[in-house]
């Protein structure tokens, strides 16, 4: 059931992807601001996105965001069955771009936190591929 469930997270942060690389393409850089948060007569600030999946097992959260890359995270909720989900609490991607700017993807899962400088940050094999 929590497999299954993970899907949620993966959707969500697929979202936050396209929506961090629209955000990029006009703007300097990428953003950690989920919601758009536009005043009338200004353009939105944010990805347009929400900070709770849709059955609300996960948060989503962008942790850091420059103009080359961002990390993203979905973490499970407390008091949902995801909270028992093992070393796939954590569920998140980084993007880091070269100098050309060729993007390099990692995807990540953990505990409570994510190694983005381990060989392997998909150690609990929670990205299904």
Same mark, same amino acid.
């Given at each position: 059931? *929590?497999? %299954? *469930?993970? +899907?949620?997270?993966f959707?969500?942060?697929s979202?936050l &992807? &396209?929506?961090q690389e *629209?955000?990029?393409? $006009?703007?300097?850089?990428?953003?950690?601001?989920?919601a $758009?948060?536009?005043?009338?007569?200004t353009p939105?600030?944010?990805?347009?996105? @929400?900070?709770?999946?849709s059955?609300?097992?996960?948060?989503? $959260?962008?942790g850091s965001?420059?103009?080359?890359?961002y990390?993203?995270?979905?973490? +499970?909720?407390?008091g @949902?069955? &995801?909270?028992s989900? %093992?070393?796939?609490?954590?569920?998140g991607?980084?993007?880091?771009s070269?100098?050309?700017?060729?993007g390099?993807?990692?995807?990540?899962? %953990?505990?409570?936190?994510?190694?983005?400088?381990?060989?392997n940050?998909?150690? %609990?094999?929670?990205?299904? *591929?």
């Amino acid at each position: 059931m *929590r497999k %299954g *469930r993970r +899907a949620e997270a993966f959707t969500a942060l697929s979202t936050l &992807q &396209q929506a961090q690389e *629209r955000w990029r393409s $006009n703007n300097a850089s990428y953003t950690t601001t989920l919601a $758009n948060t536009a005043t009338s007569g200004t353009p939105p600030n944010g990805l347009g996105v @929400t900070s709770t999946t849709s059955s609300g097992f996960y948060t989503v $959260n962008v942790g850091s965001a420059s103009a080359t890359g961002y990390t993203a995270t979905a973490t +499970a909720s407390s008091g @949902t069955s &995801q909270a028992s989900d %093992g070393d796939c609490k954590v569920l998140g991607v980084q993007l880091s771009s070269g100098a050309n700017f060729s993007g390099t993807v990692k995807y990540g899962s %953990g505990a409570s936190s994510i190694v983005w400088s381990a060989t392997n940050p998909d150690a %609990g094999k929670c990205w299904a *591929r």
